[in-house]
């Protein structure tokens, strides 16, 4: 069964007396293991999607099945435990909680999911090995650099193991050589645990290391194409 | 999780040492207020007491009913075998026999002719066989020029009677007024000082004059307009008013108009609805402090909201829900409450308790000094100062965080995070 499905997504926005459409007749499946991302021009839905998929927003029309739940239909409740025990997010603005230690920031998720503190700081100190920060564990977000930060905030979006990962732009605060390293790591969790990444984004350097790749354009899907990776080695850059 | 939040709450300055502190200093303030007004209250009442309404005050019952026209015709005779009999029936108290009345008082000069005139209101009580009313009115310190009384004949006038009547110690003044008997009382006294209260009514036009004296003016021997009874402390409502119900019990006969009568200082001057006017006048105060602290307190609370937007978007999409969210900033909002309502009475307690036993003077501000009326800036702690703070202090942080809770809670969740992206 696809991880997502969706059937006639339409999201409207009201702009005055008429209303904006900023997405109109999303069908859309996905796959277990895919590496996938959805790109286009600014403005042309890719966060509104995202946020669907996400049970952050609820679309205007249409029907989308995340991990077998229609989150058109789910309480805030149900939504929020969908999230909290299955999807992981990733924003360009990282959002680390700033008053709270690099080991806290990760932990969080877990405590949640109320997990015994052993499980805990097992699972967060693989996390931060796996992202390669395991040294910053004491740290405040404040003393990170950008490519840290967003190092953290894959950790925590990788900690509880989930089986789908939301990025909306997680590349867009950062210089080539952390863009690259970032996605290396992603790609490679993708591969050692099997874990779902949908990203949304107009980096090209994104670009390169999906398998799929999704178009959107004023709303619509006009492009569908699945793609060789070609990652960057960390040589390289 | 309950562990989490809390050390959030620690390390963030802006949730919890600021609001804590304007928590606090609203809560200082009503405790202050409130114990300041109670003071003042308390203040009114010891003035009142000695003056004119005593702790208790005996009356005839004919007296009683035009007790402002100072009826001395209706005046309690025996009163110093009465004065005797209450002190043998409740030795704890202080009896102090008074008569008062309005007349005129005339300067002569050396011929006898009038030099000057002016309505006077005079208060007859002993001053010369103890010094019980000296210290009770604080003479010593009310006296500006001269001495006090010391023998029969010698009065105190107060100091803005004596600038009208152009008078210094030493010189004659006669009083002109109504006799108990209905006739005409003329009666020479010698000034022996000069005093001033601080009270402007008093201030005015009044003289203080041996009791015996006025007995012999007005022709009332052995007898007293009113007796005014006092305890040892400050006035004591429920006692006032088990004496009370005993006295008049004992004495007070239906039908003699000649019988005595006891009524409280509550009953007189109007003095009971003044006291509860200064109780809602405490309530008023600590309603515009709950407002205006709910105001601030609401403002930081949405301001630190949305300085936490990040910190709440990335909760929720973490996996909490609005409702656990929502919940979590109540309870830190009744901690943070707690926090500060504890400091906030401690800090108004402390203050108020060095108003109650020190008090701060400020006669230097004052420009004459005031021996009745205290000078000294007093609180009293009642009972209620204690858990008065609460209100504000909880209430305020509550509502604040309740109102400013929803704005932010209630935004759809994609909202947040747009906004995160700026
Ligand atoms: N809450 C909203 N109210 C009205 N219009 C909105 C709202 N959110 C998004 N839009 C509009 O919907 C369209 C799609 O927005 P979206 O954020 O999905 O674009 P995007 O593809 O993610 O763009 P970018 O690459 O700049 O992030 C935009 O035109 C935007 O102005
Ligand atoms: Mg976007």
Same mark, same amino acid.
């Given at each position: 069964m696809a991880i997502i499905e969706t059937v006639g997504i339409a999201k409207r926005y009201p702009m005055g007396k008429r209303k904006f459409t900023a997405l109109r007749d999303i069908d859309l499946k996905i796959e277990k293991g895919e590496f996938t991302g959805i790109v286009g021009?600014?403005? &042309?839905g890719k966060t509104t999607l995202l946020n669907i998929i996400g049970a952050l927003d609820h679309p205007s029309e249409g029907s989308a099945t995340v991990l077998g739940k229609k989150v058109e239909s789910l309480s805030h409740k149900d939504a929020a435990r969908l999230r909290n025990q299955r999807l992981g997010f990733i924003f360009q603005t990282y959002?680390?909680?700033?008053?709270?230690t690099v080991y806290e920031n990760v932990e969080l998720p877990l405590l949640l999911l109320k997990m015994n503190k052993e499980k805990r700081r097992e699972l967060v100190e693989t996390a931060l090995k796996r992202v390669g920060?395991?040294?910053?564990?004491?740290?405040?977000?404040?003393?990170? &650099?950008g490519g840290e930060r967003q190092r953290v905030s894959v950790a925590r979006a990788m900690v509880k193991e989930p089986d789908l990962v939301l990025a909306d732009e997680p590349t867009a605060n950062l210089d080539v050589a952390n863009s690259h390293n970032i996605l290396n790591m992603m790609l490679e969790l993708n591969r050692e645990l099997e874990t779902t990444f949908l990203f949304a984004t107009h980096d090209e350097k994104v670009m390169r290391y999906l398998r799929r790749q999704i178009t959107l354009t004023d709303g619509r899907i006009t492009e569908d194409i699945e793609k060789e990776p070609e990652p960057v080695s960390p040589e390289e850059v | 999780m309950i562990k989490f939040l809390l050390k959030g709450l620690v390390r963030d300055r802006h949730r919890s040492l600021f609001p804590i502190l304007i928590i606090a200093g609203g809560v200082g303030l009503s405790v202050l207020l409130y114990c300041y007004i109670q003071g003042f209250g308390s203040d009114l009442i010891r003035t009142n007491a000695i003056y004119d309404t005593g702790h208790v005050k005996i009356m005839t019952q004919a007296y009683k009913k035009i007790a402002d026209q100072l009826p001395n015709d209706l005046a309690l005779a025996n009163s110093d075998q009465l004065v005797q009999e209450l002190q043998n029936k409740y030795p704890e108290m202080e009896w102090s026999q008074r008569i008062k009345l309005g007349g005129l008082l005339d300067i002569p000069d050396e011929k006898g002719e009038t030099k000057e005139q002016g309505p006077v209101q005079g208060i007859g009580m002993d001053l010369l066989n103890s010094n019980k009313n000296i210290n009770r009115f604080n003479l010593h310190k009310a006296l500006v020029e001269g001495n006090l009384p010391d023998k029969q004949g010698e009065i105190l006038i107060t100091k803005e009677f004596a600038n009208n009547l152009n008078v210094k110690p030493g010189h004659t003044a006669t009083l002109i007024s109504n006799a108990a008997d209905g006739s005409m009382a003329i009666y020479n006294f010698e000034i022996s000082g000069i005093i001033q209260f601080g009270v402007s009514f008093l201030d005015k036009n009044t003289i203080l004059v041996d009791i015996q004296d006025l007995r012999s003016a007005l022709n009332m021997y052995n007898s007293a307009g009113e007796i005014l009874g006092y305890f040892p402390g400050n006035f004591n409502a429920e006692k006032a008013n088990r004496i009370t119900a005993d006295f008049n019990q004992e004495y007070s006969e239906e039908g003699d108009e000649f019988s005595p009568v006891m009524v409280t200082?509550?009953?007189?001057?109007?003095l009971d609805q003044m006291l509860s006017m200064i109780n809602a006048e405490s309530f008023i105060i600590i309603g515009i402090f709950i407002f205006v602290m709910s105001l601030v307190l609401w403002n930081t609370g949405l301001m630190s909201g949305i300085r936490r937007y990040g910190e709440i978007g990335v909760r929720l999409a973490i996996g909490e829900s609005k409702t656990d969210v929502y919940v979590s900033l109540l309870w830190e909002g009744l901690l943070i409450g707690v926090a500060g309502t504890i400091v906030g009475n401690i800090l108004g307690l402390a203050f108020s308790y060095y108003l109650q036993e020190v008090g701060i003077d400020v006669s230097g501000m004052m420009q004459d000094s005031s021996a009745l009326m205290s000078t000294v800036l007093r609180a009293r702690i009642t009972t209620p100062a204690y858990f008065i703070g609460f209100i504000p202090g909880l209430l305020a942080t509550f509502l604040g965080n309740a109102i400013s809770g929803i704005g932010i809670v209630n935004r759809e969740t994609a909202q947040l995070f747009k906004e995160l992206e700026r």
């Open positions: 021009p600014s403005g &042309s959002n680390l909680l700033p008053v709270y920060i395991l040294d910053k564990i004491d740290s405040k977000p404040a003393q990170l &650099s | 200082l509550r009953d007189q001057n109007g």
